[in-house]
């Protein structure tokens, strides 16, 4: 079974600076999908970046980006410019490519704290 | 991205009553709707994922007779906490997907069992 940690139960940074959470996993398969998903105070989850295994490079939303290091089962995301509006509960989750039901198995979250 | 819409958004009611809680993909077609509850300061856990049309599969602890999920329609799904009870109290989300494209999550729902 797949498995996903995040071994950074809280973190904080200043407006504007750059913050990086932390994301590992474990898996067998060659073929799936990473995600990082954002909860902020009104619980919604927000989706905030995507990452296919079989692409090299690294996906990148505006602010948000990923550091994919596939050998090394590492999925780490950078927010860079960090805004008051950052602050929420991180999700780092994975989901295998194979069939249409697979699930998303998400790591214990990292609660982001921006300060000004 | 896509729109998942969750109703009601927070639900009181008297244990041994049942609360069906909605769950609608406003602008794509789900073929698979996804079941989670939350805890506070936790992470989300799934309870069952289903396929429009099909029957809903479980995850292991999860009473399919208490939570009764439908999946009417690619758009719609339905989760029923049916004799509910304080321990049923929790924060409920829905999640859609079409294909195998990326998961989208409702707002949530919060039951508050008295």
């Known amino acids: 079974a797949q498995t996903v940690t995040q071994s950074q139960p809280e973190m904080s940074v200043q407006e504007a600076e750059t913050v990086t959470l932390s994301c590992t996993y474990d898996?067998?398969?060659?073929?799936?999908?990473l995600f990082w998903y954002k909860q902020p105070p009104s619980r919604q989850m927000i989706l905030v970046i995507r990452?296919?295994?079989?692409?090299?490079q690294n996906a990148t939303e505006n602010r948000f980006s990923v550091n994919f290091q596939k050998a090394a089962k590492s999925f780490s995301l950078k927010i860079s410019d960090s805004q008051l509006g950052d602050a929420a509960m991180y999700f780092c989750?994975?989901?295998?490519?194979?069939?249409?039901?697979?699930?998303?198995?998400f790591g214990t979250g990292t609660r982001l704290q921006v300060t000004l | 991205g896509a729109v998942v819409s969750q109703h009601p958004s927070r639900v009181i009611c008297k244990s041994g009553t049942s609360v069906k809680i909605e769950c609608r993909s406003l602008d794509f077609q789900a073929t698979t709707m996804f079941w989670y509850r939350q805890f506070p300061k936790q992470s989300l856990m799934l309870m069952a994922t289903s396929n429009e049309g099909s029957k809903a599969t479980y995850e292991q602890g999860v009473e399919k007779d208490k939570f009764l999920i439908n999946h009417a329609s690619l758009t719609l799904s339905t989760l029923t906490v049916t004799s509910a009870h304080p321990e049923d109290s929790s924060f409920y989300i829905c999640?859609?997907?079409?294909?195998?494209?990326?998961?989208?999550f409702g707002p949530g729902t919060r039951l508050t069992v008295l």
């Open positions: 898996t067998s398969e060659s073929d799936y999908y």
């Open positions: 990452q296919e295994a079989y692409k090299q």
């Open positions: 999640s859609a997907r079409g294909g195998v494209d990326t998961q989208y």
């Open positions: 989750a994975y989901r295998s490519g194979y069939g249409t039901a697979s699930k998303l198995t």
